[in-house]
């Protein structure tokens, strides 16, 4: 079975600046999915965030990315340019794609809440 | 394209009455997944539905929990003789099977209540 953790409950950042959310997964598989979701306090779940296993490359969108390090099973997510509508839930993810018999399911964290100061 | 619909966005119900949750996955997508979030904790896994099959149910309790996604209309995720411990917000999220995609597009949640 496969384990995510977000050791950081909550983290806080001043408007503009650059903030780092740590994720840790263990697995044995190789072919996977990484993902990061936001949710705000409305509660809907938005993608942040994707990086597929065999991509050495680490995802980008915009002022978010990652540190995708395979062998360290590590997943952070950075974000630049801090601005008040980050504040949000933020989830790291895992999928292992098993195909349409079994389909795609999430393994979620238990989160950084994460408050972006004015 | 109207994204994934749930409704209620909130139900209140007293200990021992039922509660069903609906969902509408986004236009062309056959996949429907139904997660269970508690207070202050991340999304769980419940169970996995195409058209009129049940694909994975593992994360699904044994007792009162059932689910369906029939021919047509929504999915709906039916609790039975709810109690306090089922209070919690029930997401739902679709996807199309396409090689690569993977990307489940969430719905905006169904918060119970259950007094």
């Known amino acids: 079975a496969q384990t995510v953790t977000q050791s950081q409950p909550e983290m806080s950042v001043q408007e503009a600046e650059t903030v780092t959310l740590s994720c840790t997964y263990d697995t044995s598989e190789n072919n996977y999915y990484l993902f990061w979701y936001k949710q705000p306090p409305s509660r809907q779940m938005i993608l942040v965030i994707r990086?597929?296993?065999?991509?050495?490359q680490n995802a980008t969108e915009n002022r978010f990315s990652v540190n995708f390090q395979k062998a360290a099973k590590s997943f952070s997510l950075k974000i630049s340019d801090s601005q008040l509508g980050d504040t949000a839930m933020y989830f790291c993810?895992?999928?292992?794609?098993?195909?349409?018999?079994?389909?795609?399911?999430?393994?979620f964290g238990t989160g950084t809440r994460l408050a972006v100061r004015p | 394209n109207a994204g994934v619909m749930q409704n209620p966005r909130h139900l209140v119900r007293r200990r021992g009455q039922e509660a069903r949750l609906r969902c509408s996955p986004m236009?062309?997508?056959?996949?429907v997944y139904w997660y269970r979030q508690l207070p202050e904790e991340g999304l769980k896994f419940m169970v996995y539905l195409q058209k009129e099959n049940i694909i994975d149910e593992s994360g699904m309790p044994k007792e009162r929990f059932s689910a369906e996604f029939p021919k047509e209309g929504p999915s709906i995720l039916r609790i039975q003789q709810v109690v306090r411990g089922d209070s919690a917000a029930y997401f739902c999220a679709s996807s199309p099977y396409l090689v690569g995609a993977n990307v489940l597009t969430f719905g905006a949640g169904s918060r119970l209540t259950v007094l």
């Open positions: 236009k062309g997508h056959s996949h």
């Open positions: 990086q597929e296993a065999y991509k050495q």
């Open positions: 993810a895992f999928m292992k794609h098993e195909g349409e018999s079994s389909g795609d399911k999430l393994t």
